[in-house]
């Protein structure tokens, strides 16, 4: 079982200090369960009822955040794109032509940039957007943006994460 | 969009800013543009002149003419005083048919003699050629333009004229040799006119040609005063006259042909025709039925009729004939082909806009943009969208990943809008995969309260978390139940879905396997399981809630077996009365079917049909639970009760009273006639009943498993009114006794505890099973409860697994 202080560390990493946000709420306490090696983020009032349905028959209460995998390591999954989104201190939109190739995938390269934030570090968790501002997935930044305007047109920019392709490619394995 | 020119110098336009600061101003025309057309021009004196001379020339003419018509009648009228003088048949009719011109002498007798001639066969034509030839005259007389008047007054001139001929048939015999006379006359005026350089008239031409003489001697008449483009005008109209009633008479001929539809014979029933064929006979017998008195063949019975219907309908539209007959029991057979027709097109693709995230402006904009084809579902909805056309795959365009829309029927708005979700409420989706009613609901609560999307299907639980995470819903519970255990999982909801599993027979457009795969099993499990989830929804339910209470029953089915039937079923079972959906359009749900005879509050349920709606056939109830006391049940008639023969009381969904169970035994009796399958679960649930009780009922049960002739139903109607009668002082000191728990002899219990916790098990999940043993009992007490159908159940248990999957497929078709 990992620890809850690993898990909000990689949860950091995508959303930065935003974090606490996410624990702090005006509407009530949410509050993060793991359940079968998923992460869910639940109202604290919505775990109480869910708590009535037995473990086995529950599928999912809340929104589930990421899951750990075999090693004990953490993931992200896009369905936490809901609440990350609205957080991410670092964002990146590609072009409507890059669109398909991340939607299938891939990794977003330099020509399908369309814009990023400044001061973005390298090997920080980014969301990514379309150019009309839907929210498509997240990734990691393989480079600043320093060295992104200087990066050959096929260079990598952003290490592909998840996107939201993903709910159609693997329904099954999102819970 | 250019600048509004103003031709109407009247009406001043309000200057003023608009959206542009500094406006163009309105375009200015020069005055001879202008020019007013009511204004007249003066005419220049050449132009007076020689409208003068016109005007002289015109007066001249019409002179002319007068003077001609005069001496005309002047003849005709010496002539007709010959005609009487002769004293032949010189009915008032003949006297305005002189001809008027130089050919009369010859025309008329010869007219007389055909007349004459065809007097006698009564047949439309000659009908139709007196018609004629009076028309002719009169248009001699009149002016041209009276031609269109006397066409439209074929008709009743026609019949006129078989007035007239009936006299002269009449006065026939006295004038036999006159006649004689006459024909000989006219033969030999016909020589003359024929060495006159005249037109050949022989009696036996067609009818065309007579016309058309006809018409060459009026022209002749008139060539005078006629300028010849005129005379080929009067000629070209007559012919298109003469050709018009030609058609008329053949176009008669026609539909006489086809009115009389032949029964085919028996070689041809068994020798499979051509779909064309088939299709062909199909309209020609609704057609029959439609007006079945005028149009049937001696000696056919209604019920030729409608099995040779029944088997080309079968044939068309490939489906089995059970099926076929319980749709032709629901639909008049106009209907019933729209609605097979309807049944094999598709419906539009729609889509809901996800009103968490986006709007269905800023939707239907961005679809657009995508090369989307798509229009507001109806006035009915805010958030349906019609997809007409579409260049990209429309369930997988990013804006769908994003969760902005879902592909959901039309007809998958309804339960929800009839649900009508309020904020911070507890809802349940009973049998929610793939999750779209459920995700509607959310977006409507504004993901506020709590969700509990339930279903018993565990692989298709998984869409719902697919679709809830893309739709961004939060606040939900999704679990894995078979809905009928929910109550013991939790109660007290504001509001409940039940979007039941059903035969999908209103979607046969998306699954056509349900045409020739459903028969009476796959119905009867059906309703089985629907009663059950129903009764298990109501339950769920809490009547104390301050906003809600309401329970939404739909199904995509149009069977009333599937829809008012269980309705019906839960309104005796619970307390729950039925009130309006809130969906203004719509058919009102069934009162009466077959033999059924439903709560009269059911037609406030609402029916929905493609061929009516242009949506996926569904049904949709909602009731409202007003007390949490589950009524004592009435176990012992419960599937006698299956019979809606019970002409039910208002008060017996209210009042815990046995009026119910009375009048559930006389249906009994019938029921087995309609539903052979269910014949043999009297006699388990007989069981159930208390022992003195039961005694009783038994005797009846089994007339009704042995032998179901009418007289035996009405025996056991007798037999039963004793029996009621005190059954019915039982069921009302057990409702005292027991108001919930139900403490009864285990030895009553067992034979069917045995009986229905078999096929339930088999149905629920099997990891269950064995914790479920211990409670075994106790479930079986609340199954019976429940409904005590399960019992038909037993014959099929190995089947029922395979139906709950079946369930399963036609679930994802309406959403």
């Known amino acids: 079982m990992a620890s809850p202080a690993e898990h909000f560390d990689l949860l950091a990493l995508g959303i930065g200090v935003n974090v606490k946000l996410l624990i702090d709420r005006p509407d009530g306490t949410y509050c993060f369960r793991e359940k079968k090696d998923r992460v869910y983020y639940i109202s604290e009032r919505l775990l109480h009822l869910a708590q009535t349905v037995k473990p086995d028959n529950l599928i999912a209460a809340g929104t589930c955040f990421g899951k750990f995998t075999k090693t004990n390591k953490f993931r992200l999954h896009i369905t936490a794109l809901t609440y990350i989104a609205p957080y991410a201190p670092y964002k990146i939109w590609v072009k409507p032509s890059a669109e398909q190739q991340f939607l299938y995938g891939h990794h977003i390269i330099k020509s399908g940039l369309g814009r990023i934030t400044e001061n973005t570090p390298k090997h920080h968790g980014v969301v990514v957007y379309t150019m009309s501002d839907i929210p498509i997935g997240f990734g990691v930044a393989s480079r600043t943006t320093a060295e992104c305007r200087h990066a050959d047109p096929l260079a990598t920019i952003v290490f592909h994460q998840a996107d939201v392709g993903e709910y159609i490619r693997s329904e099954d394995t999102l819970t | ?815």
């Open chain 2, 1 to 815: 969009m250019g600048r509004k020119a103003k031709f109407d110098e009247t009406k001043k336009v309000k200057k003023g800013p608009g959206r542009k600061a500094r406006k163009q101003p309105d375009p200015v025309f020069k005055k001879e543009l202008l020019e007013d057309d009511t204004t007249e021009k003066k005419l220049t004196h050449r132009q007076k002149q020689r409208a003068a001379k016109r005007a002289k020339k015109k007066a001249e003419l019409v002179e002319k003419r007068k003077a001609l018509k005069q001496a005309k009648k002047n003849v005709a009228k010496q002539k007709e005083v010959t005609i009487n003088d002769e004293g032949d048949n010189s009915s008032d009719e003949e006297t305005p048919q002189g001809f008027t011109d130089d050919n009369k002498e010859w025309l008329k007798p010869k007219q007389k003699g055909k007349q004459k001639e065809k007097s006698k066969p009564k047949t439309y034509k000659s009908e139709s050629e007196d018609e004629v030839d009076e028309e002719d005259d009169s248009g001699n007389e009149d002016d041209d333009g009276s031609e269109m008047e006397v066409d439209s007054d074929d008709d009743t001139s026609g019949k006129k004229k078989v007035g007239g001929e009936k006299y002269k048939v009449g006065t026939l015999d006295d004038l036999f040799k006159d006649s004689d006379n006459e024909n000989g006359e006219a033969s030999s005026e016909d020589e003359g006119a024929d060495s006159g350089g005249k037109l050949e008239y022989d009696s036996d031409s067609s009818a065309a040609e007579k016309y058309s003489d006809e018409d060459e001697d009026e022209d002749d008449d008139d060539d005078d005063d006629m300028l010849p483009i005129e005379k080929a005008n009067i000629k070209l109209k007559k012919k298109q006259k003469i050709d018009k009633q030609l058609a008329d008479e053949e176009l008669q001929l026609n539909i006489a042909k086809q009115d009389v539809f032949a029964f085919p014979s028996e070689e041809e029933l068994q020798n499979p025709a051509s779909l064309q064929d088939v299709h062909q006979r199909i309209k020609d017998v609704v057609t029959v039925l439609g007006d079945f008195n005028r149009l049937k063949e001696e000696g056919r019975s209604r019920c030729e009729y409608t099995d040779l219907l029944l088997k080309d309908l079968c044939t068309y539209y490939s489906y089995n004939e059970f099926l076929m007959e319980v749709l032709m029991q629901i639909f008049p057979v106009q209907e019933l082909v729209e609605f097979l027709e309807a049944s094999e097109t598709a419906r539009p693709v729609t889509i809901r806009t996800n009103s968490l995230k986006t709007r269905r402006r800023d939707l239907a904009q961005a679809l657009i943009n995508r090369g989307v084809n798509l229009d507001p579902v109806g006035k009915w909805s805010k958030v349906g969208l019609v997809v007409y056309s579409s260049t990209v795959p429309i369930g997988a365009t990013p804006e769908y990943l994003a969760g902005h829309y879902i592909l959901q029927g039309a007809s998958s708005f309804l339960p929800v809008m009839a649900l009508a979700p309020q904020e911070n409420e507890r809802i349940l989706d009973m049998c929610a995969a793939p999750g779209g009613k459920a995700s509607h609901i959310a977006a409507i609560m504004k993901n506020t309260g709590t969700l509990f999307a339930n279903d018993a299907n565990k692989e298709r639980t998984k869409a719902i978390v697919g679709n809830f995470h893309r739709l961004g819903v939060v606040n939900a519970v999704i679990c894995n139940h078979d809905g009928r255990e929910f109550p013991d999982v939790m109660k007290g909801f504001d509001r409940v879905l039940l979007d039941a599993p059903c035969t999908g027979t209103g979607v046969i457009a998306k699954d056509p396997s349900v045409k020739t795969t459903k028969d009476q099993k796959d119905i009867q499990r059906c309703f089985n399981i629907q009663r059950q989830l129903l009764l298990a929804a109501i339950d769920c339910c809490s009547a104390k809630s301050s906003t809600g209470g309401y329970i939404v029953y739909s199904t995509c089915s149009i069977l009333p077996e599937e829809n008012e039937w269980v309705v019906n079923y839960a309104l005796k079972r619970r307390n729950v009365k039925l009130v309006p959906t809130g969906l203004d359009f719509g058919t009102e749900g069934f009162v009466k079917y077959r033999h059924h005879r439903f709560h009269p509050s059911l037609k406030l349920t609402r029916r929905f049909y493609p061929h009516t709606h242009n949506m996926d056939g569904f049904y949709v109830a909602k009731l409202k639970k007003f007390s949490n006391v589950i009524p004592e049940p009435f176990k012992d008639e419960d599937d006698e009760e299956i019979d809606g023969k019970t002409t039910e009381k208002a008060t017996e969904n209210g009042d815990v009273d046995g009026d119910s169970d009375e009048e559930k035994p006389k249906s009994e009796s019938k029921k087995p006639v309609k539903r052979p399958a269910s014949a043999d679960s009297a006699q388990p649930q007989q069981k159930k009943a208390k022992p003195n009780v039961q005694v009783k009922p038994n005797v009846q049960a089994k007339p009704n498993v042995q032998a179901k002739s009418n007289v035996q139903a009405k025996s056991n109607v007798q037999a039963k009114s004793n029996v009621q009668a005190k059954s019915n002082v039982k069921a009302k000191s057990n409702v005292q006794a027991k108001l919930k728990g139900q403490p009864k002899p285990a030895t009553e219990n067992k034979p069917q505890v045995e009986n229905k916790v078999q096929p339930l098990d088999n149905i629920s999940k099997k990891k269950k099973k064995n914790k479920k043993n211990k409670n075994k009992q106790n479930v079986a007490q609340t199954d019976n409860v429940k409904s005590p159908n399960t019992s038909v159940n037993t014959s099929q248990s190995p089947n029922a697994q395979g139906k709950k999957k079946k369930k399963n497929k036609n679930k994802p078709a309406n959403k």
